[in-house]
């Protein structure tokens, strides 16, 4: 019923910019926060970044001061712009958006599929 479906993934060179994509489609009603964690080779899924519906934003240390997370609420789509890439920001990203569908009244829990980003020093 409802999918989130990343974009923008793949190689990137240390010092470097890549930007991710996620729109989310499907009989949705509202979206509530919208998330962006990553999950690098042998380590647990950790979060990067999480905006609110009206734009509040946290960082994760690691990538504070370097990524910014946006997103459009017509589009019903989130954003991750990385800035000054790091070999160790390599990770698929995932996204991650608390959806209510029409005629629903609770917020749903969604992921995307995840795309990778590699970044080469």
């Known amino acids: 019923q409802v999918q989130l479906v990343e974009s923008g993934g793949g190689l990137g060179q240390a010092g470097g910019s890549l930007r991710l994509s996620c729109a989310a489609s499907g009989r949705i009603a509202s979206i509530n926060d919208m998330a962006w964690y990553r999950q690098a080779p042998g380590a647990q899924r950790e979060l990067a970044a999480v905006?609110?519906?009206?734009?509040?934003?946290n960082y994760a240390d690691s990538v504070k001061g370097r990524f910014t997370i946006s997103r459009d609420n017509a589009k019903n789509t989130v954003y991750l712009q990385m800035n000054s890439l790091k070999p160790e920001d390599t990770a698929v990203y995932y996204c991650n958006a608390n959806i209510r569908i029409s005629g629903m009244l609770t917020y749903l829990n969604y992921w995307g599929q995840g795309t990778q980003v590699t970044v080469s020093s």
């Open positions: 905006i609110t519906r009206d734009g509040s934003t």
